[in-house]
């Protein structure tokens, strides 16, 4: 169905697959499910046959580069050992460099199971066992897979010996008996780990990662608590740094079986991994012999890990992937899903990915996720289509003994998948790659294949003797190479974060502003905001528009709120008068300047109660002054205005000056203008004529005034005596009232 280049149309598959609607239910899980879904389509390009050796090359590691995506490398194992196949590219696995590696050059002797993770900075970690002492070794490279560095040695068993009795060709013997096995390296958060079986349980060290070749040491090695008699593992990096390890336990049988994870929730923190957390159970254990499998230890569940650390909806979210059957005999092996969003502690429902509708077998399942997007995807073998009948699925007339690479992927954090995509061209026999050559076992396809996923397309990497590119130098169904192809899924959409409100900063019309990165759904290329994440909101609601190279495009909106009040400040305590008359005067007309008010935003009001120009009467009067801003904010500030009856000037001297209230005997004395006295002293009055006196200590107050004197202009006097004195300090003599400006 699928040829190079293909422009795979899910809508088309679905319509078929609903026409005759797969239900099905695996043993450990029963799980009834069709997990076809309307998706993205997806291009599959070329078949490359990567490795293009002699001999066998299987259980093979892929990685992408994310700082310079055209980088691609692949490491596998190979016969020739010691030795690992490793092959990269410059140019998106258009072209492929192939040679041996670790074949007693400056990494040791490698003999096999390589994994390889590609971090941020550019530095692409391999992990691999070393055949002089059955180490775990680590390796860097900094130049996109053409050179590696020896960087430590990770684990190596005690007592140290061989792997086991030498055959001729293999002066470093065969890999049973190992006394660690299993390595497996991962990247995230600013550090590398690396998860190995030693002595029957799950281990794993990991180092601290901050540059381009800047490495820490490892830290001690842990043992996951409840781990012993695990293997068969995977280890991934949360967004925090925490680590999660997967195994599975009897693994020297064909079943049932218990998928396990531990984490270690502050990864290189002193805290270590937590109690073991069975994720789910199995039917398919470390040994489980199938038709299509040569390797004669057959498969295992091959339990894998992906973290989502890509900031987006689902970020925080591990995905795992398994092996299951309806019993632990039957050879309807099928790929399952489950995940989990805290960390581990519970996980949802399986979903079986494979949709075919047959009984024949799907095994060696990788996963993969794209921390550009969140996207998940998973590949595995295949033997849907070999009926025994003939035809392109079937290399020799017999059922389920072929297989096919088989891939698919999910949008929306695993919920659902989309149709399965048949990538390899040709079918592959496991069996005709062997017997193997002197130095060991038979394998067949291995124990894992390799999947990467980056920027939208995905990159499994597969165990192929079809020689369907022709180019295999052991020709057709012989000895495996190993293959990829690069997956795009076609951008259908972008989805923006949710929308975003947040307050102003201090002092600020506005704030800035950072939001989650739009998730594309699909090989979106470069996506761009205006404005950008980081760029300065004003206060209101402003849209957001996000573009993707590809064409699709997505809107929210940043709302800034102006919680910021303003300020405001009242003029001060106001002290006046009423003009002079007869009768006396309960009230007057006062103005005041107007409060000064500041705010964050430009717009803020002032209004005051009562206003300036209103009638006040006689005594004291709380004036309350308001600002509110444009958003509503308020902020208040207060004054008093005093209001006297009247009050006497000194004809010669101005700034002597007492103000009166003929209601209570108030009184304030200033003398050149400063306050040198206030109060309430005694009241005397008839009419619009009277006295006020006050007494306290050496201080006395004389007032005598006459509003009625000089046709009602009105005169008086005063006089202030301090420290007893019999001369006054100030005398005031005003004989004509009206008009006179009182300020005291």
Avoid at 330 to 350: K, L, P
Avoid at 556 to 571: E, L, M
Avoid at 717 to 728: D, I, Q, R, V
Wanted: glycine content about 12%; some cysteine; overall charge negative.
């Amino acid at each position: 169905m699928n040829t190079s280049g293909t422009l795979l149309s899910l809508a088309l598959i679905l319509a078929l697959a609903l026409l005759s609607p797969m239900v099905r239910t695996s043993g450990a899980d029963q799980v009834s499910i069709s997990p076809i879904v309307a998706a993205p389509a997806a291009s599959i390009g070329p078949n490359r046959n990567v490795s293009r050796l002699t001999g066998n090359h299987h259980e093979n590691s892929i990685a992408v580069n994310p700082a310079n995506p055209a980088q691609i490398v692949v490491v596998s194992n190979t016969e020739s050992s010691p030795g690992n196949m490793r092959a990269y590219s410059t140019d998106s696995g258009a072209t492929w460099t192939s040679g041996i590696i670790a074949n007693g050059d400056a990494l040791g002797n490698g003999c096999g199971d390589p994994s390889l993770a590609w971090d941020n900075f550019g530095n692409l970690f391999l992990v691999y066992l070393d055949c002089t002492f059955t180490d775990v070794q680590l390796a860097l490279s900094t130049d996109g897979g053409q050179t590696f560095s020896f960087v430590t040695t990770v684990a190596r068993p005690t007592p140290l010996a061989p792997f086991g009795p030498a055959k001729p060709g293999n002066p470093y013997g065969t890999r049973s008996g190992a006394g660690v096995d299993q390595p497996t390296v991962a990247v995230g958060a600013g550090s590398v780990w690396v998860t190995y079986n030693t002595l029957g349980a799950i281990s794993a060290r990991g180092a601290a990662v901050t540059g381009l070749g800047l490495v820490g040491a490892l830290n001690a090695a842990q043992v996951a608590p409840g781990s012993s008699g695990g293997n068969f593992g995977d280890i991934a990096i949360g967004p925090t740094g925490q680590v999660m390890v997967t195994y599975q336990n009897n693994t020297g049988g064909a079943g049932p079986s218990t998928i396990f994870v531990n984490v270690d929730a502050d990864g290189l923190g002193a805290g270590g991994f937590g109690p073991a957390v069975a994720a789910t159970t199995t039917n398919v254990g470390g040994t489980r012999l199938i038709p299509a499998q040569s390797n004669n230890f057959g498969i295992d569940a091959e339990a894998g890990l992906a973290y989502d650390r890509s900031g987006g909806v689902t970020n925080g979210r591990v995905h795992l992937v398994y092996t299951d059957a309806p019993t632990t005999s039957s050879n309807d092996t099928n790929i399952f899903t489950r995940f989990s969003t805290d960390n581990g502690v519970t996980w949802s429902a399986a979903v079986r990915i494979n949709d075919d509708a047959g009984t024949n077998s799907q095994f060696l399942p990788r996963i993969a996720l794209d921390q550009t997007t969140g996207n998940i995807a998973v590949s595995w073998y295949d033997s849907r289509n070999d009926t025994g009948m003939g035809g392109p699925g079937d290399t020799n007339g017999i059922a389920n003994d072929d297989a096919q690479l088989f891939a698919t992927f999910s949008t929306d954090g695993g919920a659902t998948f989309a149709a399965n995509l048949k990538v390899s061209t040709g079918t592959s026999n496991s069996a005709k790659s062997e017997p193997p050559g002197p130095c060991c076992r038979p394998l067949g396809y291995g124990d894992y294949a390799g999947l990467a996923f980056h920027n939208g397309s995905f990159y499994p990497g597969w165990a192929d003797n079809s020689n369907s590119t022709s180019d295999n130098p052991d020709g057709s169904l012989s000895k495996f190479d190993v293959y990829t192809a690069q997956i795009s899924v076609s951008c259908t959409s972008i989805i923006c974060p949710p929308n975003k409100i947040q307050s102003n900063d201090p002092g600020q019309c506005g704030a800035v502003v950072t939001y989650a990165n739009a998730t594309p759904n699909g090989s979106c290329g470069t996506i761009s905001c205006n404005p950008a994440s980081g760029s300065f909101f004003p206060v209101g609601t402003t849209t957001v528009t996000c573009t993707s190279s590809a064409g699709p495009i997505c809107t929210f909106t940043v709302t800034v709120n102006d919680t910021q009040p303003p300020t405001i400040t009242c003029p001060a305590n106001i002290f006046v008068a009423a003009a002079a008359s007869c009768p006396i005067a309960t009230s007057t007309v006062v103005t005041y300047p107007p409060p000064v008010a500041t705010d964050n935003c430009p717009g803020v009001t002032t209004s005051c109660t009562p206003p300036s120009g209103a009638t006040f009467p006689v005594g004291v009067t709380t004036v309350t002054c308001t600002a509110t801003d444009t958003s509503g904010n308020t902020a208040q500030c207060s004054f008093t205005v005093t209001v006297f009856s009247g009050c006497l000037v000194d004809e010669s001297i101005p700034g002597d000056v007492v103000l009166f209230n003929t209601q209570t005997g108030d009184y304030r004395f200033c003398c050149n203008g400063i306050l040198l006295a206030s109060g309430r002293g005694v009241l005397t009055i008839r009419g619009c004529i009277g006295t006020i006196d006050d007494q306290k200590g050496a201080r006395r107050v004389h007032i005598e005034f006459d509003f009625s004197a000089n046709d009602g202009k009105g005169k008086g006097t005063a006089a202030l005596f301090l420290n007893g004195a019999t001369n006054p300090k100030c005398k005031i003599i005003d004989m004509s009232m009206r008009g006179d400006s009182c300020s005291c």
